[in-house]
């Protein structure tokens, strides 16, 4: 006795039919969503790798001390950054004080303010 199975593909009536078209849709969907979410991340991740900013190089101290406009008898009592400008505190042997503005990208002398009562 031997089962005989027959290879007759059952058709589904109308109301599994509509089911079955709205889950290959929804499936269809999210692929396409988590598709473009990974293509979209991924294309950040590499822009940012290739991305070059001419000012994002990190100066090393010579080129600092370079840069630095303080004259003889000055000496520097304070330094604070807002994380676009840095800002260098200058005293000078009269007690004036004086803030020199950098860019904080790339260091580049942005200005000076001066303080005209020598400090106490």
Do not use: C
């Not at 100066?59 to 000055?74: C, F, M, N, T, Y």
């Amino acid at each position: 006795m031997t089962n005989s199975v027959e290879d007759k593909d059952d058709e589904l009536n109308p109301a599994q039919a509509r089911i079955v078209r709205r889950m290959r849709l929804f499936v269809g969907i999210s692929t396409a969503t988590m598709a473009l979410g990974f293509l979209l991340v991924m294309s950040v991740i590499v822009w940012r790798l290739v991305k070059h900013e001419p000012g994002a190089a990190v100066a090393s101290g010579g080129e600092l001390r370079a840069v630095l406009p303080i004259g003889k008898g000055q000496r520097i009592t304070d330094t604070t950054s807002d994380g676009k400008s840095l800002f260098v505190t200058v005293e000078s042997d009269n007690g004036i004080q004086s803030i020199l503005v950098f860019d904080a990208g790339n260091l580049a002398y942005r200005g000076k303010i001066e303080s005209l009562t020598p400090a106490p």
